[in-house]
């Protein structure tokens, strides 16, 4: 059993940064792919972004490329989301989830834990 605890998230004006960040509980984290998810009102749940077990893959949803940074510390238990360049367009409630899986995940079907999520709003 993993429990995901996100923080991080809070008002923004377009343009700034936020770091979100994402600490889970139990001695198996490092063996599990990580991403990041978002749900804005009225919205499907889409991905953001997600990374490898072992740091080596990541992949990122085309809106965030090149504004996004998704990595882990392992030794911390923690994944983080660094968003840079906020656009109106990224308010979200933002979740992140872990998958028993030895490659990275793009599909929330295959994710097995979720946290509560943290809201993220940019002003225009």
């Known amino acids: 059993q993993v429990q995901l605890v996100e923080s991080g998230g809070g008002l923004v004006q377009a343009g700034g940064s936020l770091r979100l960040s994402c600490a889970a509980s139990?001695?198996?984290?490092?063996?599990?792919?990580m991403g990041w998810f978002r749900q804005a009102p009225g919205k499907e749940r889409e991905f953001v972004a997600a990374?490898?077990?072992?740091?080596?893959?990541?992949y990122y949803a085309d809106s965030v490329k090149g504004r996004f940074t998704i990595s882990r510390d392992n030794a911390k238990n923690t994944v983080y989301l660094q968003m840079n360049s906020l656009k109106p367009e990224d308010t979200a409630v933002y979740y992140c989830a872990a998958a028993r899986a030895q490659t990275i995940v793009l599909v929330s079907l295959r994710y097995d834990y979720w946290g509560q999520g943290t809201q993220v709003t940019v002003s225009s």
């Open positions: 990374i490898s077990w072992n740091r080596l893959s990541r």
């Open positions: 139990g001695r198996t984290f490092s063996s599990y792919a």
